[in-house]
């Protein structure tokens, strides 16, 4: 492992607890700065910046169809309208002295930190499962309850007095459960960046590490003195490391009239794409640059769920889910060693072992990368089998889910009438005969059975992806998405 990819994120995080020290011992003169007007400015500049982050994810998480992102933009709108407050009432600036800033600056911190925590968690966890389905109502019930804590605080900030600020107890709790939450944001963040790169997860890394020791200068520092200010331009920072995150991320590949365009296209290809995130391209992208006979298959794959999944009735929430899984359903395949993915010959059963791990793999990979239930169920069961005889877990029938089923069924017709390393492609005929044969043995009769009708009404479901989708120049086509 190389330990210096650490060493960025650890200086950078503990540098400024380093110099607050040094002020507050009195290694260096901790003189006092008392300007009200000064730290509403601040305060209202990281209000503002915060409050646009959570737009902007707050948008994007609804576009992808991504829990994780919802979490995050909730993080920002809760540092963002609680620090707010903390901004009006600054003291001697519109209220006297009262318990309001100290207090809406914790709870700003703590709420920021909680929804971090979160989003940083897998997606096939219970307790966000739960929450992702409440993903469209999340947003505007947060929004109004913490507007509604802050006007009641501002129109009577001595309501708070009641809490106790400064007992000690509650100080250590607070800050050991912040301490903890931030920590384990940190590091899930971080593996995810040593092994995707994205941008948005390295900042995220360095922003929750700065709300950690804001909060730490916060609860320890002296009103006024130049040490307390530090936590101040610290979460500034964070808000600007966002800002570039979010830029680096989202705005690489297009601008507002492009996303717009993409949301009205009437092309097949651009619909399955144009709302995916770049974590998606990008796993898609690696995937089909590993499996050079295979290229263009993830994009079929998806086309032809696609159109099944709408035969079958499908609701646009779950088309979406069908899109996100059957693009990467394969991601796993990264870790299988060319030698093995490209073999032309029969594969020996040590060989065959590695390939049928790939499900495994690539639903350990993506639960960590905020897909929900319904992705990773495509991702982990397109290999399994009617029958029971599939892997990995070998389930049977309906044991199966319903998403994998249909992913089964168009990932075995492309591989079929795709070239492959040990054969020539099949004609259309011979992978529907293939297909029906086996219906209730490997695939679901109700799916094969609406894939026959389908391809038997409209030739162009099948035609249009293996003519459209060629297997040169499938990743640049991607790129440019």
């Known amino acids: 492992m190389n330990y210096s990819s650490y060493l960025k ?20 003169k901790d003189s006092s700065f008392m300007m009200p007007k000064g730290h509403f400015y601040i305060v209202s500049i990281v209000s503002i910046l915060a409050s646009m982050i959570a737009i902007a994810v707050g948008v ?6 991504n829990s994780k992102v919802s979490f995050l933009s909730l993080s ?16 001697h600036f519109i209220l006297g002295d009262t318990q309001l800033p100290g207090i809406t600056s914790q709870l700003s911190m703590f709420l920021a930190t909680i929804w971090m925590w979160l989003s940083s968690l897998p997606s096939d966890n219970s307790f966000v499962h739960f929450l992702g389905k409440q993903q469209r109502t999340l947003l505007p ?12 605080g501002m129109m009577n900030p001595y309501i708070v007095h009641f809490i106790p600020e400064n007992a000690i107890p509650l100080k250590i709790t607070l800050t050991g459960v912040s301490i903890l939450l931030n920590c384990l944001t940190i590091y899930r963040y971080f593996q995810s960046y040593r092994y995707t790169r994205f941008p948005l997860q390295i900042s995220i890394v360095y922003s929750s590490g700065w709300i950690m020791v804001s909060q730490l200068i916060m609860i320890r520092g002296i009103q006024w003195s130049l040490s307390w200010w530090i936590y101040h331009f610290l979460l500034l920072a964070a808000m600007i490391v966002m800002v570039i995150g979010i830029v680096k991320q989202y705005a690489v590949k297009g601008t507002l009239t492009e996303s717009l365009r993409s949301l009205f296209t009437t092309d097949p290809f ?13 796993l898609v992208t690696v995937t089909e640059q590993k499996d050079t006979y295979t290229a263009g298959h993830t994009f079929r794959v998806t086309m032809y769920a696609l159109k099944l999944a709408e035969e079958l009735r499908l609701k646009p929430e779950q088309l979406r889910a069908i899109v996100q899984g059957g693009l990467v359903h ?17 594969l020996l059963p040590e060989e065959k072992a590695l390939i049928e791990k790939h499900p495994v ?7 960590n990368l905020g897909f929900l239930k319904e992705e990773l169920s495509i991702i982990r069961s397109h290999h399994e089998k009617w029958d029971g005889s599939g892997y990995p877990d070998r389930l049977k029938g309906t044991e199966i889910p319903y998403f994998a089923r249909i992913a089964a069924v168009a990932d075995v017709y492309d591989a079929l009438t795709s070239d492959r390393a040990y054969r020539k492609a099949w004609q259309h005929s011979e992978a529907m005969k293939y297909l029906i044969e086996n219906k209730g043995s490997h695939f679901d009769p109700q799916c094969v059975e609406a ?19 060629k297997d040169e120049g499938t990743i640049q086509k991607l790129s440019t998405l």
């Open 9 to 28: 994120p650890l200086i950078a995080v503990s540098f400024p607890y380093i110099l607050f020290e040094a002020f507050h011992s009195g290694i260096i």
């Open 60 to 65: 994007v998480g609804n576009r992808i169809r």
């Open 76 to 91: 920002f709108l809760s540092l963002g309208l609680m620090f707010s407050v903390h901004g009006l009432s600054t003291p």
């Open 141 to 152: 019930i947060w929004t109004a309850a913490l507007l509604t804590l802050g006007v009641i």
């Open 270 to 282: 651009e619909r399955a794409t144009n709302s995916l995130s770049p974590s998606v391209k990008a």
């Open 330 to 346: 394969d991601v796993g395949k990264i870790r299988v060693p060319d030698s093995v993915l490209n073999k032309p010959g029969k």
């Open 361 to 367: 793999d690539g639903y350990n990979m993506c639960r």
């Open 451 to 469: 894939w026959e009708k389908l391809c038997d009404r409209n030739p162009s479901v099948y035609l249009y992806p293996s003519q459209k989708i």
